[in-house]
């Protein structure tokens, strides 16, 4: 079942994001430049590996600015850009701690997403283009494990 498509502001462009699952950490999954919120529910595949992430917490999907149903902004995004789009997805689910899974472009804004918005860092677990979805599930755990056990 597709969960329901939100938004928020930031910068004056609508930012599209949805939440999954009710787990104990909040996951950020942060695709690339290739990402659409509701057609990525099409695919069975995608949208297994997206319903298991959310089994173990509370998963939140985004597209970025200019990619998908968020507003397009003329121009390629600043780091700080995105950094600012991350941060209001992140206080629109009001999440104090935030674990980062990025992909293609995305891991680039995980270092500095936690200190100018003064959040408690979380990690940042890139899924680069080759690595399989079920790679990519087993590291989220494991960083998961890692951060409720510390």
């Not at 950094?83 to 629109?92: F, I, K, P, R």
């Not at 979380?122 to 890692?146: E, M, P």
Request: some cysteine; charged content about 15%.
């Amino acid at each position: 079942m597709r969960p329901r498509t939100q938004y928020v502001d930031s910068g004056g462009y609508s930012i599209a994001y949805q939440v999954i699952g009710d787990g104990p950490v909040d996951v950020l999954f942060l695709q690339g430049l290739l990402s659409h919120l509701d057609m990525q529910w099409c695919d069975p595949i995608f949208a297994a590996f997206l319903n298991r992430l959310a089994s173990c917490s509370r998963l939140v999907v985004m597209d970025q600015r200019g990619v998908g149903l968020s507003d397009g902004a003329g121009t390629i995004p600043t780091i700080d850009e995105r950094v600012a789009d991350l941060a209001a997805v992140a206080d629109a689910v009001g999440s104090k701690r935030m674990f980062l899974i990025a992909s293609a472009s995305a891991p680039s804004c995980s270092p500095i997403l936690s200190t100018p918005h003064k959040r408690q860092p979380g990690t940042a677990t890139s899924a680069g283009r080759y690595c399989s979805c079920a790679t990519t599930l087993q590291c989220a755990k494991r960083s998961i494990v890692a951060a409720e056990n510390a």
